[in-house]
């Protein structure tokens, strides 16, 4: 089992539409939550940061993690095309500096 | 501005020669990373260095070689022994267990 399993998609919604995005994960240590949105041929960029449990909303974006599952989850609200990226989820366990466990990626594509 | 530069964004290399990323960061963080990302496969951790003259092997070091002589600079080298080098290579920072951040990639070609 991997330490991060992540659907790579694709997922095509109309624009408009709510997105969801998963991730589970097998290491309990795990603490810190990020997702990543990456378009094609650049380096990913952060879109929220969690720690533990519980809920962030920025903007469009929600993220929800739920340590007791093992899941964690972004939401966009009313997606747009310019959504359509491909969206990492990573996270590290509390022990300072260590590197960061991706999924492999969603690929999402908004239609107009 | 504050951020990560990696160069060059295109890089050939022919067979058997050794070729070397650069990745400079001027964000004051003490870790530094190396990630592969290649289609269908997520990153992979090549090398990792939490502080200065240190670093750590990752899940994919074979045919990679590391060096961390400054705290801003942590270039990776991509030797003659490793055969599939062709990939997207990504640096990263963090500081402490905050968000990582990255560069804007080397894409790698052999010719």
Known sequence: QKEVEQDPGPLSVPEGAIVSLNCTYSNSAFQYFMWYRQYSRKGPELLMYTYSSGNKEDGRFTAQVDKSSKYISLFIRDSQPSDSATYLCAMSAYSGNTPLVFGKGTRLSVIA | ?111
Request: hydrophobic residues 30%; aromatic residues 12%; neutral net charge.
């Open chain 2, 1 to 111: 501005d504050g951020g990560i530069t990696q160069s060059p964004k295109y890089l050939f290399r022919k067979e058997g020669q050794n070729v070397t990323l650069s990745c400079e960061q001027n964000l004051n963080h003490d870790a530094m990373y190396w990630y592969r990302q290649d289609p269908g496969q997520g990153l992979r951790l090549i090398y990792y260095s939490q502080i200065v003259n240190d670093f750590q092997k990752g899940d994919i070091a074979e045919g990679y070689s590391v060096s961390r002589e400054k705290k801003e600079s942590f270039p990776l080298t991509v030797t003659s022994a490793q055969k599939n080098p062709t990939a997207f290579y990504l640096c990263a920072s963090r500081a402490g267990d905050t968000e990582a951040f990255f560069g804007q990639g080397t894409r790698l070609t052999v010719v």
